[in-house]
Structure formats: C-alpha cells, structure tokens
C-alpha cells in the first residue's frame, strides 16, 4: 500500500532516459551497440539522415509567450539542435499537410484526449448538474478552465501547422472556424486572434508550445480496499482539487465525489479505516474504506478540501443548521419531535423529555426507514441505543452529520486562533 503523487512517473521515467550512461553522465562504450536513437552530433555525421534533417537551426522565436517555459540552455546546445519536425518535412513534403479536415480532425482528437486526462469528460450529466449547483464565481472559474484548455490546444495547434509549411491564409481560415465552433470566452480568443495577426511575420519554430493542462495536475493516490479490511475489493483513491475518484484496479472511474457532497470524514488509527459520509439525493451514504495509509489519506482529503472551500467563494447556500421532525419511539411506540440544535439533541414527547448532549453522541445512522442514535451515559459509562421511526430519517442524519462538521471546524479555528503568536503592540 502506498502513497504517491502524479509526479512519480516522471520521476520513474528519468530512470530509463539515463540507461545509457555510465557514471560520470558520460555514454557508457559497452551500452552503444545496443542504442536505438541517435544524437544530433551522430545526425551531422551522417550523410543520409542531415540530408533529411538539414542544417542545425538556432532557437529565435520572435513570438514570445508568457504560458509557453522552456528550461535554461547555453548558446552552444541551442545552436546544435536539430528539430522533429524538419524530418517530418523531408525532401518531398506530404501533401497531407494542406488538408484542412486533417488539422481538424487532429484538434477534436487532441480535445477528446485533454478532456479526458483534466477528468472532464468522465460522469457529463453528473458535471452538469454540478455546474448548476454552484454559484456565479464559480461557474465563471470552469467555464475559463474549459476555455484554456481550448485555446491551449488551439495555439498549439496553430504552431504545428506553421511548422510545416502550411498556407497562412488557410491556417487564419481554419483557426478562426475552430474557434467559432468551439465558442470560447473573449478573453482567451483575444489570444488567439493576436498570434493570428503576427502569423505574416512568423516562420518555422517561431511560436512557442504551451504545456498542456493536463500536465499540470497534482494529484495524489492512495491504494485503499473497500469494507473494513483487506478482504474487500481494491480501489485507487485520487485525491484531486475538487473531488475525490475512485478508480477500479483497471483503472476506470468508479466514482466520484464532489466535496461539497461530503458531509463528515472521520478514520480510526487502530482498524485503519477512513469513514466518508456524503450526500447522495435524498440520502446519506456512509462509505468505508481501509488503508495503511489511513491518516496520510485523511489529512490529504481534509487539506484539499480546505484549499477548494477557500477557491468556492460564492457557492449557493445549503440547508440551515438544526431542525425538527416528527418520530416515533420504537420502543413505546409514542410520538413526537426531534430537535437537532447546537448543543445537542432535544426529544420531546406528551409524557416525556429527553436531551441527548452533542458530545454524548457516539454514532448515527439509518436503517430502512429507522433513525439510530447511539448515546454514551457518561454515569454507567454504557452505549444506550435509540431507535426512532420516521419519514425524515435521512434528513435527521444528514442535519446531525452537518452540526458535527459546524461544531469540529469551529473548534478547529478556535485552536489555530489560540496557536498563533501575539501580535506584537506598536511603541
């Protein structure tokens, strides 16, 4: 079981960039006979390929692009480099490249698959329905996540094509019908229609690639088994900016949970098993999960939820706090109401009334139409079980989840007020 971020494949894949040298960083002699790529000095070499490749170019783009990065080099590397595309160019070039139906087929692929890795193109009813639950702020922040993913492509896109040779006036064509199709926001084809308008002066390697947004992910995964040990089905949970995913041990998305459905998360240390309750319709569903890395998990879902909460500036307001419902005794089978408020719970019946304080509630839960409330009686230092029937008893449970979480994030912000040093007082 472990815990890793989306950077460790690169990490892993630098290993294999460096099996061909020895120590030191030099090419080892006895690996050389083995290499199936060759370098730009062995290319200068040989008479077949550099009449393929041509000469070295140096990198001068006259366009320069603040998204596009590219590493620090000396003037020595980047007057030896020889570039992919010079080879695609050949002798003879294709006439594939002047096919305008090529270009875009390539854009709608490109976005299928960019879509695919930013999770955006997984669950698209569920995301709809998201979309509509939040508020202006937020709405605005997707919609110019979908945008740059767009233009990104597009840009790059525009690069590629300039690369080998295709017609300006076609590439100006194409472009602006993929953006008029494509509807993205003004500020992001205002990008575009300005590389557009500089196309005339531009050649070759002159506008630079912007990474993909895809690369930029940060996410962590967690190897977890459903149930309460290891006999259950295997899961990979990505902790991701807005959600959580569960993958199957294929890889495909079995679910996933928004965190502003999620209710209260609780582990244990001793049975190493993380408690997720959340919002699923009218119910609340508790799912548990075990993992040896129960409370690295834990603090990772609990420190990017606090990061998305403090991005959700204006998300639509959810249910107040507290409420009453009607219940029935199961064991006397008298009626009355269940009052959820700040300090507790308050049972009020026609012979009786009964407060069960908040930090005398161990658990809570529903079972087919029952709302079960277990109380710890601090005096017989017993758990006494309650077993109320009742229409509401997904939203007696869902109101009782929500005081919980109110009540340890106050509790918590009381904590960091009192950590914090004292200001010092001005003379």
């Not at 997720?276 to 609340?284: A, P, S």
């Amino acid at each position: 079981v472990s815990n890793s971020s989306g950077e460790t494949l690169g990490a892993d894949s630098d290993l294999s960039s460096n099996a061909g040298e020895g120590p030191g960083g030099k090419a080892d002699c006895n690996l050389s006979g083995s290499r199936g790529t060759v370098s730009d000095s062995e290319i200068e070499m040989n008479s077949i390929s550099s009449s393929i490749f041509g000469k070295p170019q140096s990198l001068k783009p006259i366009l320069k692009d603040p998204k596009a990065s590219s590493p620090g080099q000396s003037p020595d590397d980047l007057s030896q480099r020889v570039y992919l595309f010079e080879g695609l160019l050949g002798k003879e070039r294709s006439t594939l490249w002047d096919q305008m139906q090529f270009w875009e087929d390539a854009f709608l692929d490109a976005v299928m698959l960019e879509r695919e890795g930013m999770g955006m193109d997984q669950g698209p009813q569920e995301m709809i329905d998201r979309y509509f639950s939040l508020g202006d702020h937020d709405r605005k922040r997707l919609e110019d996540d979908e945008d740059r993913l767009l233009s990104t492509l597009l840009h790059n896109m525009i690069a590629y094509m300039l690369m080998v040779k295709v017609n300006k006036s076609d590439i100006r064509k194409k472009v602006r019908r993929l953006m008029g199709k494509s509807h993205i926001g003004l500020m992001h084809s205002q990008q575009i229609n300005e590389v557009l308008d500089k196309l005339a002066e531009l050649n070759g390697r002159d506008i630079p690639i912007r990474p993909s947004g895809s690369r930029h992910i940060k996410k962590q995964t967690f190897v977890v088994h459903a149930g309460t040990d290891t006999t259950g089905d295997i899961f990979f949970m990505e902790v991701c900016d807005d959600c959580i995913v569960l993958r199957s041990n294929i890889g495909t998305v079995y679910e996933r949970w928004w965190y502003e459905k999620l209710i209260n998360m609780t582990y244990c240390p001793k049975t190493k098993v993380l408690c997720l309750w959340r919002r699923n319709g009218q119910e609340t569903q508790l799912n548990k999960f075990y993992t040896k890395k129960c409370r690295e998990l834990y603090y990772c879902v609990k420190d990017s939820m606090e990061r998305a909460a403090a991005r959700q500036q204006s998300i639509k307001p959810g249910p107040e706090l507290g409420g009453e419902f009607p219940v029935q005794d199961m064991k006397t089978g008298e009626g009355g109401l269940l009052q959820v408020t700040l300090e507790g719970i308050n049972l009020k019946f026609m012979q009786t009334q009964v407060f069960i304080e908040l930090n005398h509630i161990k658990k809570c839960n529903t079972v087919r139409g029952v709302f079960v409330l277990e109380e710890f009686v601090p005096e017989t230092k017993e758990v006494v079980s309650h077993k109320y029937k009742t229409p509401m008893a997904h939203e007696i449970c869902y109101s009782v989840l929500c005081l919980f979480s109110y009540v340890a994030a106050i509790r918590g912000k009381e904590a960091e007020m009192k950590s914090r040093p004292p200001r010092p007082v001005s003379s």
